[in-house]
């Protein structure tokens, strides 16, 4: 028979120990926690020791069920018959452990089924669960020190909920840091104060234009829309117009410069006709210089342009150019809240070579975050003007405010 003691500072590291020094078919003997002295004697460290032995008389593992039929011989036997221990091995751990399972009421007691054996392994599972509770505490420490370095943790929460939308790290923490500067502590423990709160600091960061307003008393206050294809500007303009005809009463009048698909054409007339609006389709400048002056009754013209892709320069120059022919008095850049940050950053980069000097973002409600459009009104300098969320014309269309943005981000 082999005897061995080992000594560590956990219980799972002793058991560590013993299994690589004698085995997985060890068996624990015996478990003692001690004190030892550290620092000349200054402090105390509790210490595990635990005995085990290899090469037992141990007989097979020999695990009755109590039966129905035969309970008095179960009762009748010894806990350790003849000496023989039965055979527990380490690695059968707690789980398979006679002791757990009631029904296996075997007669012949396990080695885990000792007060020894069974302390042992309370004391490791209690060592190791603490072990675990210190880890996943200094965790958190850690992800809120590199992730949140300045957000007071009473704000945490919102902090999470902020950087989940994708709103940009430095964005969420200025947001929050001012809050908590210029609040009480107790005030900040109500939900619906903070949320009121951010959602004025957000009203205070993000530049937004307002609605499309006519300041001048004669002719017609010219708007065009402009992006890549597909994000939703003959829709958005169909939105805008139906709004100033059927809702403002004024006199508004419609051009396309997307002769490239006959479908788009179509889908704009349709609009036009609904909304009871003249629409004049055309090419080029000189066509576009023309149709501006035929509308000059209008108090609103909206013009429509073709999708260009941001890389393709020169398309985006030819539009620069349709563009300067009749000057108009906003362009709107038309992006989608759906696209990622990159492309976004990058489609305004691009069109302010051509003219951008606002900004709607389309689809709001099938974008998975709403950040972006907050990283992008707060890093661009542009004014947003309008968020669109849904493909029906007229109603899905408003104002852009970062009260409504922020609402989105804590569904208030
Ligand atoms: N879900 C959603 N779809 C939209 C929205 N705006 C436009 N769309 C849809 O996006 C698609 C492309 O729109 P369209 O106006 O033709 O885009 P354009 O190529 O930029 O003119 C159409 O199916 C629209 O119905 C919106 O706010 N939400
Ligand atoms: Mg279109």
């Known amino acids: 028979m082999n005897l061995q003691t080992f000594k560590a500072s956990t219980m799972a590291e002793a058991l560590s120990q013993v299994k690589s020094a004698m085995g997985h078919d060890a068996v624990i003997l015996h478990t003692r926690t001690f004190f030892t002295r550290q620092w000349l004697g200054l402090r105390r460290r509790e210490m595990v ?71 042992a392994m309370m004391t490791g599972l209690n060592q190791d669960m603490g072990a675990l509770k210190a880890m996943v505490a200094d965790l958190v420490k850690q992800t809120r020190a590199s992730s949140a370095p300045q957000v007071p943790e009473d704000l945490l929460e919102y902090y999470a909920q902020m950087i989940s939308n994708q709103v940009a790290d430095e964005l969420a923490t200025e947001v929050l840091k001012s809050i908590q500067k210029n609040h009480r502590a107790d005030a900040l423990q109500n939900p619906a104060f903070v949320r009121e709160k951010i959602a004025e600091q957000l009203e205070k960061m993000i530049p937004v234009s307002g609605p499309i307003r006519r300041t001048k008393t004669v002719g017609p206050h010219v708007v065009a829309l402009i ?61 576009l210089r023309d149709a501006v002056n035929g509308m000059r009754d209008c108090e609103f013209i909206l013009i429509d342009t073709a999708g260009r892709s941001p890389r393709d320069a020169m398309r985006l120059n030819e539009l620069k150019g349709l563009l300067a022919a009749v000057e108009p008095d906003e362009v709107h850049l038309v992006l989608t809240a759906t696209a990622s940050q990159d492309s976004v950053q990058m489609a305004i980069t691009k069109f302010s070579e051509v003219r951008v000097d606002k900004i709607i973002f389309t689809k709001l409600d099938e974008a998975a975050h709403v950040g972006v459009v907050l990283n992008i009104a707060r890093k661009v300098g542009k004014h947003l003007s309008y968020i669109t969320t849904g493909q029906d014309v007229p109603d899905d269309i408003e104002e852009c405010h970062g009260r409504k943005l922020s609402q989105m981000i804590f569904g208030a």
Request: charged share 20%.
């Open 49 to 119: 020791e635990i005995t085990a032995g290899k090469g037992l008389n141990v007989g097979e593992r020999n695990i009755r069920r109590a039966s129905l039929a035969a309970p008095r011989v179960a009762a009748q036997q010894p806990a350790m018959a003849g000496g023989t221990y039965s055979r527990q091995t380490l690695l059968n751990g707690p789980s398979s452990a006679p002791m757990r399972s009631a029904p296996e009421s075997t007669p012949r007691q396990t080695l885990l089924d000792m007060p020894v054996a069974r302390d």
């Open 227 to 287: 992006g890549p294809t597909g994000v939703g500007k003959t829709t958005t303009l169909a939105k805008l117009a139906a709004n100033l005809k059927l809702r403002g009463k004024h006199r508004v009048g419609l051009i396309t410069l997307d002769t490239y698909r006959i479908a788009a054409v179509d889908q704009l007339r349709k609009y036009a006709d609904i909304i009871g609006s003249p629409l004049k389709v055309v090419s080029n400048a000189d066509d």
